[in-house]
């Protein structure tokens, strides 16, 4: 059983693939290297450059390597862009995934996992978000995550695939420097840049309904993210039945972005005081996931804390 994993050579889809490749399992990935890099695949990895809206390439891979399932995680992932560019979001994600789930009904795959994210729940008013929260996203990234996990659901029940949706909470951390985030557009990261400038880290708004006033996450290590996958894969190539699951993978736990920051001040050495600015437009008060139907329906659990996010984060970014 041999796993096509889009989006395997960037920083989820590389720890990913790592994973998958450590637990013996054949996986192929695809990725167009638009902000992936092949030096995140293990040796003996087959990389396939190129797009998911290339249904020719798609067909090819999945009957030349005998796929049978996918991983899907290639896609556009930064909110604010997707304001800026919401067609290039919905082709990008929405057309992206059409192609790859119309190349695998026709070539036979039976099991297909989804990258989801918490951004198909928008405001939550819940302290614990559940897979059954309502969902109104509030930005085109997250309308294309939950209208693809309509996309998916429909399709697996139409052609009798089977289907797991991750809706994944705020990803940090890294499990080498290889596989690290390059990117700077989350808290983490951010925080580093401004650090490593000589600036005070930024906190967007303490005025919120929280405990310390300032926006409360679910911050979860990529690792564990790629063991969800992991999970869920080894779920897929063992049912026995169809199945069709949407999951949350988060830990369950609020940490504030001043909790966040003094952590980030420990682990780096460097006490430079946040300065606050007034709130980032779009930023729900408090996002946090019941991680409880993902424990039972794949016996995942988180197994790193704040602190392993941030120091594996730091390391790696001292190498940069
Ligand atoms: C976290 C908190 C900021 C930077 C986004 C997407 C979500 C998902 C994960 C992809 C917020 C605050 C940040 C800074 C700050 N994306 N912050 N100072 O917005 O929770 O989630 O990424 O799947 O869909 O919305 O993540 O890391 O941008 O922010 O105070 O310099 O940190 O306001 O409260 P967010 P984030």
């Known amino acids: 059983m041999t796993w096509l994993i889009t989006g395997g050579a960037g920083y989820i889809g590389g720890h990913t693939v790592h994973q998958l490749a450590e637990a013996g399992r054949p996986v192929v990935v695809l990725d167009d290297l638009s902000s992936g890099s092949p030096d995140r695949l293990p040796d003996g990895v087959p990389l396939v450059v190129g797009s998911t809206l290339d249904r020719a390439l798609l067909d090819r891979t999945v009957r030349e390597h005998g796929i ?3 991983v899907h995680i290639a896609a556009k992932k930064q909110v604010g862009e997707s304001v800026a560019e919401p067609l290039l979001y919905y082709r990008e994600n929405l057309t992206g995934l059409q192609t790859v789930l119309a190349a695998a009904v026709a070539g036979g795959v039976r099991n297909v996992v989804f990258s989801s994210s918490a951004a198909v729940y928008g405001m939550p008013d819940v302290d614990l978000v559940t897979e059954s929260t309502p969902c109104a996203p509030i930005n085109p990234y997250g309308e294309t995550k939950l209208a ?3 996309l998916v659901n429909s399709v ?3 052609h009798g695939l089977s289907t797991v949706s991750l809706r994944y909470f705020n990803v940090a951390g890294t499990s080498s420097p290889r596989l690290a985030d390059d990117g700077v557009s989350n ?7 401004r650090l490593t400038d000589g600036q005070a880290p930024l906190i967007f708004g ?3 309904d929280t405990p310390d006033g300032t926006c409360v996450r679910d ?3 990529v690792a564990d993210i790629a063991a969800a996958h992991v999970a869920a894969v080894h779920r897929l190539d063992t049912a026995t039945e169809p199945l069709s699951l949407t999951l949350n993978i988060g830990r369950g736990e609020g940490v504030s972005v001043a909790e966040m920051l003094a952590v980030i001040a ?5 006490p430079t005081a946040p ?3 007034p709130r980032r437009p779009g930023d729900p008060a408090r996002v946090v996931a019941a991680a409880d139907l993902i424990h039972h329906e794949l016996d995942w659990k988180a197994r790193y804390d704040i602190d392993a996010m941030v120091t594996s984060a730091w390391n790696a970014w001292q190498l940069r």
């Open 266 to 270: 420990r682990v780096t050495g460097n």
């Open 206 to 208: 303490d005025d919120y």
């Open 219 to 221: 911050y979860i290590h």
């Open 275 to 277: 300065e606050v600015t």
């Open 156 to 158: 697996g029940r139409a």
């Open 187 to 193: 808290l983490v990261p951010m925080a580093f840049q």
């Open 148 to 150: 693809g996990e309509w």
């Open 68 to 70: 049978t399932g996918v």
